[in-house]
């Protein structure tokens, strides 16, 4: 029977979770090898939620200090060494699926640069908003019918998070952007506060789709959630929530017309990239 091997009867040596075999140098678990690398190759610098460096990192709560938890990692002795001999990150499957289908259906002739920037940010952003927790338990033609109406919403928070540099004329967008880049916020954005933002949104959108209405009282839990972030993580930054706020009100705002716009930006129509995306 092809699949993946079962688990391993060692735990993960740093939160105790289900280890499917050694990764630099300690039996660990998918999410806590993912997470040092990840940590590793961007040379993250963590501060520790609760500020006494001795936060418990179990199954249960190993997302809960990033921290402690790359702390753990280097303590148990997990080698930095092999994240950086690396060739680099490994392409995820259904990225590159979603990335051949774009291929096949671009014209063949040469796109131009900012046709070709749109659209790979498009397909992170598809990658990001239909993986989102919130979204986990949602049929794949629900998916499909969220993102068909809210493309354009989400699109700009990866637009400003990878910040790129694409022509968008309209001057609501532009607007809107700059509030928020203010400061270079988006320039350093991380991909917690973004995982968060897009969680926000997607609870603050959902009271628009019956079938994830019941979800929207869980936009006041991702706002609690994302300031605590930033009050962590960039306490110098003392605007930096408000501004996510601020952006926030923007992208929900009926007064901002953007999709046809943006739309404008690709070779093929953003409807024909999500019905093509491997849910």
């Keep these: ?8 009867t060692v735990p993960c040596q740093i939160c105790g979770d289900k280890s499917y075999g050694r990764h630099y140098g300690l ?3 998918d999410g806590c090898s993912c997470f040092f690398k990840r940590s590793v190759r961007r040379n993250i610098q963590y501060s520790c939620i609760s500020g006494d460096n001795a936060c418990v990192i179990d199954k249960t709560r190993r997302n809960w200090c990033p921290a402690c938890r790359l702390r753990k990692c ?4 997990m080698n930095k060494d092999a994240v950086q001999k690396e ?4 392409r995820d499957r259904s990225r590159l699926s979603l990335e051949l289908s774009l291929l096949a259906n671009l014209p063949k002739d040469i796109q131009a640069v900012g046709s070709k920037r749109a659209e790979q940010i498009f397909s992170n952003m598809l990658m990001e908003v239909s993986k989102s927790v919130v979204l986990s338990f949602t049929p794949h033609h629900h998916k499909r019918d969220f993102l068909m109406h809210t ?5 700009l928070i990866q637009y400003v998070h990878n910040h790129q540099i694409v022509n968008i ?15 270079r916020t988006a320039k350093h954005t991380d991909p917690e ?10 609870t603050k959108l959902a009271s628009n789709f019956e079938f994830i209405r019941f979800i929207s009282p869980l936009h006041m839990v991702y706002s609690l959630w994302l300031k605590n972030h930033c009050e962590a993580y960039y306490p110098t930054d003392e605007g930096r929530f408000a501004r996510f706020m601020a952006f926030e ?20 129509s953003p409807a024909v990239l999500i019905s093509k995306f491997p849910m």
Aim: glycine fraction near 4%; aromatic fraction near 14%; charged fraction near 20%.
């Design 249 to 268: 009100s923007d992208l929900t705002s009926s007064a901002m017309p953007f999709g046809t716009e943006i739309a404008r930006l690709f070779d093929v």
């Design 193 to 202: 506060e973004i995982r968060l933002f897009n969680c926000m949104l997607i």
């Design 74 to 77: 280097f303590d148990m002795q």
């Design 151 to 155: 493309w354009n919403i989400f699109f």
């Design 87 to 90: 060739r680099g990150p490994r």
């Design 169 to 183: 004329d309209n001057d609501s967008v532009h607007s809107a952007c700059l509030r928020f880049t203010l400061n």
């Design 1 to 8: 029977m092809l699949g993946r091997a079962l688990p391993s």
């Design 27 to 29: 039996w660990t678990c």
